[in-house]
């Protein structure tokens, strides 16, 4: 059985900085691509980054470049989203979310594992 539990989450304060982890089990974690979606309330689920599996290829969304970024310790396995000098409009919940899939693709349906969700409200 495939889980994937996050942690990491929590109340931030605006420039802040927090560390989302999602740990997988029940699959080879080194066969698939992971990304991290955000879900604000009255919005659509949003992409936010991604990682193929050999940690050489990443895809950021513009809004968090050079703010957010996106990494994995196949090892371990758990993917991490740093995500340095947080704005309120950054206030969702988070999602990892797991695919075999090659791309890097940013369509939320693509993804075919998901984690339960991990709340990050930034407060100004």
């Known amino acids: 059985q495939v889980q994937l539990v996050e942690s990491g989450g929590g109340l931030v304060q605006a420039g802040g900085s927090l560390r989302l982890s999602c740990a997988a089990s029940?699959?080879?974690?080194?066969?698939?691509?992971v990304a991290w979606f955000r879900e604000a309330p009255g919005k659509e689920r949003e992409f936010v980054a991604a990682i193929h599996w050999n940690v050489l290829s990443t895809r950021v969304v513009d809004s968090v470049k050079g703010r957010f970024t996106i990494s994995r310790d196949n090892a371990k396995p758990t993917v991490y989203l740093q995500m340095n000098s947080l704005k309120p409009e950054d206030s969702a919940v988070y999602y990892c979310?797991?695919?075999?899939?090659?791309?890097?693709?940013?369509?939320?349906?693509?993804?075919?594992?998901w984690g339960q969700g991990s709340q990050v409200p930034v407060t100004s």
């Open positions: 029940g699959l080879f974690f080194n066969n698939y691509k």
């Open positions: 979310a797991l695919d075999r899939n090659v791309e890097l693709t940013t369509v939320a349906s693509s993804y075919r594992y």
